[in-house]
């Protein structure tokens, strides 16, 4: 009976320390975390626009320096080599039709949200307003816009370039991560190295996170010139992160593309592209939609 | 009993590590991006052929470089297990990755991030050790030093050996160096890649490859002895072309109808203002618009 009543006691004692502990822990760790997300003060009053991790905003131009022949011509009706088409979309990319997309009303089918970045071309990315980016492309003559903290609306019609949700995410500071003291050299130590050539100075800054945006409610359309087909159940989540390159300062826009089609691919398919920064406007050349043009 | 003999006056010393268990494991759980485990390639890679230099911003030492190789140069015997330098051997299939942490004992930070891939093996080393001296020996995975940026790892590689940026020939210097972002997205790891290399290329080259998370996958070993058996050259010649001399180097632009002087690369081909200018060059005739076949 004695003991019964000693391990009550302990137990209670237990108890109070683990709740007293884990509360601790909690408020700590919602602490740093706070601090982790750039010292960000009160993050939810604060706007899309005002929050960014990056900036995005500028004029973009496509450098083209992986799968040429596939974006700066119009490849080969069938040739969907490294696309992971099902046997359902294989066969409508076999029955692409270019002559049929020309005389159609409709030539921008490769300029849709699924498609458009890999057109080459340019952008310009700045915002409509504090929760709305929005993306201009010359080729084709086409705007998407990223809604920061919007959802899909239901029942709307799909759209050339759908709906597009987004979001900032990532963005943890530096101090954070673990074995952060590796360097990139400093030019100093490059010119030390000699013959191992020119090496990056280190970037500054070091600009947090990435932009991700999940696009749905899209029209059908082409993920290549060619035909190669994403169905109205197609979406898509891309990833949009921004830096400097370090040998020359240029700043790069990469977009990682993720685009799942139950209909007609046999898994998600992921691209890339890239984008230079480019001073303004200048080059600007917009293009209507051209079935028959690279752009 | 035992739960007893826990209770009471034992916990008192028990409170602060506990205390300090919690707290730590809490900042662990968000402050770190974790690339380690399996991760299945998702590259697409654009198999290039012989003469397809599309996109590759080539000096004309590059380009020179690039058409005096002959295909039958893999068949020597010393070529036979050559190794990939660290970049390309991520982009080639096989390429499943597998990436691992080194942990310094004591202190159990992380002093390098591990990357093995079926043809390329290389650490990224995060604990500020320097760099290497000139004289050091270059080698294929060279030496990588690494820094957080925000989400993204970054790290620059230097001391490589003399490689190849395609499978079909074309060169990248000793003297290149490769700077290098990986990001994690949910499930798919994308790495960045910008090549400098002043010895062939005019500006800085980038291109990217994706991974998927898949743990159960499963990385074969990769022991390559030369064998006599097959199609191995015998020594003492190395199979290449005098300038001018590459008489499949136009096959690639024909067969896909390109102009022959844009797939020979060059920074210029690679702005979308090309498309225009292509207009007006001359295309041979095309023996094919099946090629993409062989390709699968």
Not at chain 2, 263 to 269: N, S, V, W
Request: net charge neutral.
């Amino acid at each position: 009976m004695k003991m019964q009543i000693h391990r009550g006691n302990g137990l209670a004692r237990a108890g109070r320390i683990f709740v007293f502990t884990a509360a601790f822990s909690l408020l700590l760790a919602a602490r740093l975390g706070a601090q982790g997300r750039g010292q960000a003060q009160n993050p939810a009053a604060r706007t899309p626009r005002a929050a960014a991790v990056k900036d995005l905003t500028g004029y973009w131009e496509s450098i083209v320096t992986e799968f040429w022949r596939y974006r700066m011509m119009i490849p080969d009706k069938s040739d969907y080599v490294n696309v992971p088409l099902n046997p359902e979309g294989r066969k409508l990319a076999d029955a692409w039709d270019l002559a049929k997309d020309q005389a159609s009303d409709d030539q921008c089918k490769a300029y849709g949200a699924a498609g458009i970045l890999q057109v080459p071309g340019r952008l310009h990315i700045y915002w409509q307003d504090d929760s709305t980016l929005r993306v201009d492309a010359d080729s084709g003559t086409q705007t998407r816009l990223f809604h920061f903290g919007g959802m899909a609306p239901a029942g709307k019609a799909p759209e050339l370039q759908g709906y597009s949700a987004a979001a900032w995410e990532g963005g943890l500071p530096d101090s954070q991560r673990s074995g952060g003291g590796g360097p990139v050299l400093p030019r100093e130590a490059a010119g030390a190295a000699g013959a191992v050539g020119a090496l990056p100075q280190e970037v500054g800054g070091a600009p947090l996170g990435f932009l991700k945006v999940s696009t749905s409610q899209m029209r059908p359309g082409y993920l290549r010139k060619n035909g190669i087909p994403y169905s109205a159940n197609a979406t898509m989540e891309e990833y949009f992160d921004r830096f400097s390159e370090p040998y020359s300062g240029d700043s790069w826009l990469v977009v990682t593309t993720v685009v799942t089609d139950p209909q007609y691919l046999m898994e998600p398919y992921i691209t890339h592209a890239h984008f230079k920064k480019i001073p303004d406007g200048s080059g600007w050349d917009p293009t209507p939609c051209r079935a028959d043009q690279p752009r | 009993m035992r739960l007893a003999s826990l209770s009471g006056r034992k916990w008192k010393g028990l409170w602060l590590p506990a205390l300090l268990l919690f707290v730590f494991s809490a900042r662990s759980a968000w402050a770190q991006v974790d690339f380690t485990g399996e991760w299945s390639p998702r590259i697409y890679n654009d198999g290039r052929d012989v003469g397809d230099y599309t996109g590759i911003p080539l000096n004309e030492a590059g380009q020179l470089r690039a058409e005096g190789w002959h295909p039958d140069q893999t068949d020597l015997p010393e070529n036979l297990c050559r190794p990939h330098p660290y970049d390309i051997g991520l982009r080639v299939a096989p390429s499943q990755l597998y990436v691992s942490t080194e942990l310094d004992n004591a202190t159990q930070q992380v002093v390098a991030y591990h990357f093995h891939a079926y043809w390329s093996d290389f650490r990224v080393w995060m604990d500020g050790r320097p760099r290497p001296p000139q004289y050091a020996a270059h080698t294929w995975s060279g030496f990588s030093a690494g820094k957080w940026e925000g989400s993204a790892l970054v790290f620059t590689t230097d001391h490589l050996k003399e490689g190849y940026l395609t499978r079909t020939g074309v060169a990248i210097s000793e003297n290149a160096t490769v700077t290098t972002r990986v990001t994690r997205y949910g499930n798919v790891l994308t790495m960045v890649f910008v090549i400098n290399d002043p010895a062939y290329l005019t500006e800085p080259y980038i291109r990217e490859s994706s991974w998927v998370y898949d743990p159960q996958q499963f990385i074969p070993p990769f022991p390559c002895e030369p064998s006599p058996e097959g199609t191995i050259l015998p020594a003492g010649s190395v199979p290449s072309f005098l300038p001018g001399k590459n008489d499949m180097l136009t096959d690639f632009a024909k067969e896909y109808g390109i102009p022959p002087e844009a797939a020979l690369g060059g920074a210029e081909t690679t702005r979308p203002e090309y498309i225009e200018k292509m207009k007006h060059m001359k295309t041979l005739p095309r023996t094919t618009t099946k090629h993409y076949v062989r390709q699968g």
